[in-house]
């Protein structure tokens, strides 16, 4: 299963999950920051993205869905901060969640799709590192993910958008380009 070329990671919804050990890399402190990925859930299904928690629930950031269509990114770091939308599900999504500034914005497919004012620093020093696929496993609160997740993009200390863009539609890497058309180009 892929959106545009090679293949995405089939997420099961039970135990399915990419672990990112610890790096500080990772940890944003109160810089802007920006993740990015494409994601598809299957009929009728929720499931987090990505997650990167503090050691607890009290410090954490989060993107994905807690209930079918039901998209939020979370950011709790002594305040909680949330933005949210309604997705469709069986249907291919460009996701990017930021912080710029002071504000916590969310993206689908290219478009504002809420924002809200945040202070303080993002969560910060994390041991359970970077999850691609749930949320903190500890708790109990794994809401994984069922469905696929695609080219998982972070960017530290830049808030890449600003207003509406046009998500991109084809590899960066190697010269072979499939669009969504289906049409290979190669350069």
Not at 16 to 27: G, I, L, R, T
Not at 123 to 128: K, R
Request: charged share 15%; proline share 5%.
């Amino acid at each position: 299963v892929k959106k545009f070329y090679d293949g995405a990671v089939d997420f099961d919804g039970s135990s399915s999950v990419v672990n990112v050990p610890y790096s500080s890399d990772f940890d944003p402190g109160s810089g802007d920051y920006t993740v990015e990925t494409w994601a598809y859930w299957d009929a009728g299904q929720a499931g987090h993205v990505m997650s990167w928690h503090g050691g607890n629930m009290a410090s954490r950031w989060d993107l994905g869905c807690l209930t079918a269509g039901d998209l939020r990114f979370f950011i709790r770091n002594g305040s909680s901060y949330t933005c949210s939308t309604t997705v469709p599900t069986t249907s291919w999504l460009h996701i990017a969640a930021q912080r710029r500034g002071n504000t916590m914005e969310l993206f689908v497919n290219g478009s504002p799709a809420g924002s809200t004012t945040i202070s303080g620093i993002w969560p910060s020093a994390s041991s359970s590192g970077l999850l691609i696929g749930c949320r903190n496993p500890s708790n109990y609160n794994t809401n994984f993910m069922n469905g696929y997740i695609q080219d998982v993009r972070i960017y530290k200390g830049i808030a890449k958008y600003t207003s509406s863009f046009s998500p991109p539609e084809r590899s960066v890497q190697g010269t072979a380009r499939r669009y969504p058309s289906g049409v290979y180009v190669v350069s």
